[in-house]
């Protein structure tokens, strides 16, 4: 039996591992300015905010303002919450990592020349960074929520 791929079969294991690396590096892309602008001050999103989010900082940057918080609940739900929330306000969806279960998503915006990212991680390596970044105790099972906002100028 001959272990190589069939043309077809070679081009929907690229496809695949091309979406994987693809919301890989939104995710860490996301992660980076998010981290970055928790370094600086700032004034609020005026996103809106999913019911019971425990809001834990609050960074601005670059035209980009930051605010992270944590909740407890389902991340699908705050995903679909986000997408009808968002639309509703007038911002048209750019971009949709889709929603990763024990893992989160990535939602980006535009609304004129701003941009909206909206990330709901899951992973236990995110809630312990908010706990020692901002000295807070997150109850087992929460999820990090950060949602920034601007018009970059970077």
Known sequence: MDAT?????????KGVSSIVVIAIVTVIAVVAIVAMLLLRGGGGTGLPVYSGAQKVGE???SGL???????TGSGEDAYNWY???MSGQGWTLSSDSGYMMDQGCVL??????????????????????????????????AKALMLARGTPSI
Do not use: H, R
């Open 5 to 13: 791929c069939t043309g077809g079969e070679a081009m929907k294991e």
């Open 59 to 61: 960074q601005s940057q």
């Open 65 to 71: 303002t930051a605010e992270v918080f944590w909740f």
């Open 83 to 85: 997408k009808s929330q």
């Open 108 to 141: 980006q915006y535009t609304k004129g020349n701003e941009i909206a990212v909206i990330l709901i991680d899951e992973s236990a390596s995110s809630i312990s960074a908010l706990e020692a970044e901002f000295g807070v105790d997150v109850p087992s099972g």
